[in-house]
């Protein structure tokens, strides 16, 4: 079964068909008894009318239509309506043809936002051929009322179903090209999000997408009661990198930073590109001795890379700070506990992680030594 949003657009057109059939259904009964049509086609017109539609609901309620690019039936159903159409005007008399001619142009409306131009071209070809061959074979049947002017009535409906056919193609091409146009557009907000909330050195979360995201943990954390560790990176001697080796080799440790960040962390865990060389590190349902192993994993990590050819003593270090996040404690507060354990860190030799812990009336440093 298909979803409540794809299924309900067909199943809308489905009912009203539904009820425009119901009402053609009670007019040729009507009509039937005041000899506006032959009773040789109401009896089994009118069950088709009322059964028809009911059949392209089921197709489509139950998923049946799925797997078919048109999953609404709407071309199945324009010429099953064609066919119940022309059988009916085949049978009217001379004084009811003209009623029945004005409901194939709206067929054509009701499929004029789904159609391609195509399915236009195929279902005027149909009716057309579809009217002159009943026209034939109704000069052969003695028994059914002769009616009057019955080929320039043809003629005349093939130009209005040309016309209508014709007008569908323009609303057709004007609805593709709005759809283009709105896909164009989605995609171009996309890239303004992406621009917008990511690092374009790094392609890490940018600040702004990280306090967004501490917002988002803090009210999951508050709903679900879950632990969550926030921990700020610094790299070591970063200007030091910058000012031997210059600009792009500062950027090369921190692309690789980056790129072993991606690579050690879980996929809930998020590092973002905090500021200039220092980072903020989101890591949900952890504890503060999970959250250092994590750091010191990317700690290994690093001591392996190649950061800048020719340059083998270079290697990526850095200082980090651990805090917890209480859920009755502030985003800035748990950032700024993170932020003096990792001054701690950086007094105490840098290369190393601190713990910053929460106590009664002030912040107390936990130390954690390189490698633990």
Same mark, same amino acid.
């Given at each position: 079964?298909?979803?409540?949003?794809?299924?309900?657009?067909?199943?809308?057109?489905?009912?009203?068909?539904?009820?425009?059939?119901?009402?053609?259904?009670?007019?040729?009964?009507?009509?039937?008894?005041?000899?506006?049509?032959?009773?040789?086609?109401?009896?089994?017109?009118?069950?088709?009318?009322?059964?028809?539609?009911?059949?392209?609901?089921?197709?489509?309620?139950?998923?049946?239509?799925?797997?078919?690019?048109?999953?609404?039936?709407?071309?199945?159903?324009?010429?099953?309506?064609?066919?119940?159409?022309?059988?009916?005007?085949?049978?009217?008399? *001379?004084?009811?043809?003209?009623?029945?001619?004005?409901?194939?142009?709206?067929?054509?409306?009701?499929?004029?936002?789904?159609?391609?131009?195509?399915?236009?071209?195929?279902?005027?070809?149909?009716?057309?051929?579809?009217?002159?061959?009943?026209?034939?074979?109704?000069?052969?049947?003695?028994?059914?009322?002769?009616?009057?002017?019955?080929?320039?009535?043809?003629?005349?409906?093939?130009?209005?179903?040309?016309?209508?056919?014709?007008?569908?193609?323009?609303?057709?091409?004007?609805?593709?090209?709005?759809?283009?146009?709105?896909?164009?557009?989605?995609?171009?907000?996309? /890239?303004?999000?992406?621009?917008?909330?990511?690092?374009?050195?790094?392609?890490?979360?940018? /600040?702004?997408?990280?306090?967004?995201?501490?917002?988002?943990?803090?009210? /999951?954390?508050?709903?679900?009661?879950?632990?969550?560790?926030?921990?700020?990176?610094?790299?070591?001697?970063?200007?030091?990198?910058?000012?031997?080796?210059?600009?792009?080799?500062?950027?090369?440790?921190?692309?690789?930073?980056?790129?072993?960040?991606?690579?050690?962390?879980?996929?809930?865990?998020?590092?973002?590109?905090?500021?200039?060389?220092?980072?903020?590190?989101?890591?949900?349902?952890?504890?503060?001795?999970?959250?250092?192993?994590?750091?010191?994993?990317?700690?290994?990590?690093?001591?392996?890379?190649?950061?800048?050819?020719?340059?083998?003593?270079?290697?990526?270090?850095?200082?980090?700070?651990?805090?917890?996040?209480?859920?009755?404690?502030?985003?800035?507060?748990?950032? +700024?506990?993170? +932020?003096?354990?990792?001054?701690?860190?950086?007094?105490?030799?840098?290369?190393?992680?601190?713990?910053?812990?929460?106590?009664?009336?002030? *912040?107390?440093?936990?130390? *954690?030594?390189?490698?633990?």
């Amino acid at each position: 079964m298909g979803t409540a949003s794809e299924l309900h657009r067909p199943l809308q057109l489905v009912l009203l068909s539904h009820l425009l059939y119901g009402l053609n259904a009670a007019c040729l009964a009507v009509g039937a008894h005041l000899n506006l049509f032959h009773e040789r086609f109401t009896h089994w017109l009118i069950p088709a009318m009322l059964i028809g539609p009911l059949v392209f609901f089921v197709l489509i309620r139950t998923g049946c239509s799925r797997h078919l690019h048109d999953r609404g039936l709407v071309l199945v159903q324009a010429l099953y309506g064609v066919t119940l159409t022309v059988l009916a005007y085949t049978g009217a008399t *001379t004084e009811s043809r003209a009623m029945v001619l004005v409901i194939l142009p709206l067929i054509m409306m009701f499929g004029q936002f789904n159609f391609r131009p195509l399915h236009f071209a195929v279902i005027t070809a149909y009716t057309l051929q579809l009217m002159v061959v009943c026209t034939l074979w109704r000069d052969t049947q003695p028994e059914l009322p002769p009616t009057h002017g019955q080929w320039l009535q043809v003629v005349y409906a093939g130009g209005i179903l040309m016309a209508a056919a014709w007008l569908g193609q323009i609303v057709s091409s004007l609805r593709a090209k709005l759809f283009a146009s709105r896909k164009e557009l989605a995609q171009a907000m996309e /890239r303004l999000q992406a621009l917008a909330t990511t690092d374009e050195l790094t392609r890490l979360p940018n /600040r702004r997408r990280m306090q967004d995201l501490l917002q988002e943990e803090a009210r /999951r954390q508050k709903r679900l009661g879950h632990q969550v560790c926030l921990a700020l990176i610094d790299l070591d001697h970063f200007k030091r990198i910058n000012d031997q080796h210059g600009h792009p080799a500062g950027d090369q440790v921190l692309q690789t930073f980056a790129r072993a960040a991606r690579q050690v962390f879980r996929e809930v865990d998020t590092i973002g590109r905090w500021g200039g060389e220092e980072f903020l590190l989101v890591l949900p349902d952890s504890e503060t001795h999970e959250a250092v192993h994590a750091l010191e994993r990317l700690r290994l990590q690093l001591a392996g890379m190649d950061v800048l050819p020719g340059v083998a003593n270079l290697r990526i270090t850095f200082s980090a700070g651990v805090a917890a996040h209480p859920a009755q404690h502030t985003v800035e507060h748990t950032i +700024d506990l993170a +932020d003096r354990a990792l001054y701690a860190a950086k007094s105490a030799g840098r290369n190393q992680t601190q713990i910053g812990e929460n106590s009664v009336g002030e *912040t107390q440093m936990g130390s *954690t030594p390189r490698g633990a």
